[in-house]
């Protein structure tokens, strides 16, 4: 039987990304790729994300967090996913601990220090912005990723074609269009995600400039598809938005699923993330469900 059967869980959003969140501080069991995605398959426990933690592993954390997308792989980043294991370990009855100031959560990426503003609203310090094309990364030596000449294969779109690319612990295409809501993401969302140029994948991003401070987004996920909001996928955009003098350096990122307020500090080079979270339901993982998932 799967260590994971009869595991508590919290099924959460923020601004609609749907994120279940499970706590295995305290033991070793891992998630594998398999049992995530047979979690994403149940209604109960579906996600875009599923946010695991465990034990800290850097002296001064409060813990270490993996990440895992619908289709089992794993993120360094997932901002919406952060707020909401903030929110857990701050207010729910079993997983919290007394938090009287902010907290640093961890993940392969890096750290990630948490402040609460209100009940349900939190600032996530999502560190630099990776901008050398080897830390995003890109398969080839782009001198200036503010647009990077890309053949997407999409000769039709010719909007398609010079994205902007940042990493944020997970690497972001940033298409600069006339109207996001114009592309129909599942069909073009994983000819992007998939393109040679991104040798780990990338978040694809449709970004439509309102004004220098309003961006409204859409987003297609890597190994998650269309979801209503990302929030390292509204950090990307207004970093590259910013360095090509669309935008400043804060603005409101509008995705289907409402509104992040998205900051790139000057002092100290580091992008900060405000916005909701939500909690849907408290469940159990059933045993039955992992049968098959080894
Ligand atoms: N929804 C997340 C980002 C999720 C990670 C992504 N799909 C990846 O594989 O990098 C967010 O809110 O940042």
New binding site residues.
């Given amino acids: 039987m799967s260590a994971l059967a009869n595991s508590r869980f919290l099924k959460m959003n923020?601004l609609g990304?749907e994120i279940t969140v499970l706590d295995l501080r305290g033991t070793s069991t891992r998630v594998t790729p398999a049992e995530a995605r047979a979690i994403a398959a149940d209604p109960r426990s579906r996600f875009?994300?599923l946010m695991v933690l465990h034990d800290p592993v850097t002296p001064g954390t409060d813990a270490y967090m993996r990440?895992y997308?619908t289709d089992g792989?794993?993120?360094?980043?997932?901002?919406?996913?952060?707020r909401c294991v903030a929110w857990a370990m701050a207010a729910d009855p079993v997983m919290s601990r007394p938090v009287t100031d902010g907290l640093v959560l961890e993940t392969k990426a890096g750290l990630l220090p948490v402040e609460r503003v209100s009940d349900t609203v939190f600032t996530v310090d999502m560190g630099p912005p990776r901008l050398a094309w080897n830390e995003i990364p890109l398969r080839d030596p782009y001198p200036d990723t503010r647009s990077i000449a890309v053949d997407t294969r999409l000769p039709d779109a010719p909007e398609l074609q010079n994205p902007s690319a940042v990493g944020?612990g997970?690497?972001h295409a940033i298409f600069w269009v006339a109207d996001a809501t114009a592309y129909d993401l599942a069909a073009v969302g994983p000819t992007l995600e998939h393109d040679p140029v991104f040798p780990e994948?990338a978040?694809i991003s449709f970004a439509q400039v309102l004004d220098p401070e309003h961006v409204l987004l859409r987003?297609w996920?890597?190994?998650?598809g269309a979801?209503r909001?990302?929030?390292?996928?509204?950090?990307a955009t207004l970093v590259a938005g910013a360095r090509k003098g669309l935008t400043g350096r804060k603005a409101t990122i509008s995705l289907p699923g409402g509104d992040l307020l998205i900051e790139w500090r000057e002092s100290d080079d580091h992008v900060l993330m405000t916005g909701p979270v939500e909690l849907e339901h408290e469940g159990t993982f059933p045993p039955a469900l992992f049968a098959g998932a080894a």
Avoid: F, W
């Avoid at 996920?221 to 998650?224: D, L, V």
């Avoid at 909001?229 to 950090?235: D, I, K, L, R």
């Fill in positions: 923020g990304n875009d994300q990440i997308n792989s794993e993120s360094g980043a997932c901002g919406n996913g952060t944020m997970n690497p994948r978040n987003v996920e890597r190994g998650a979801t909001a990302c929030g390292s996928a509204a950090c």
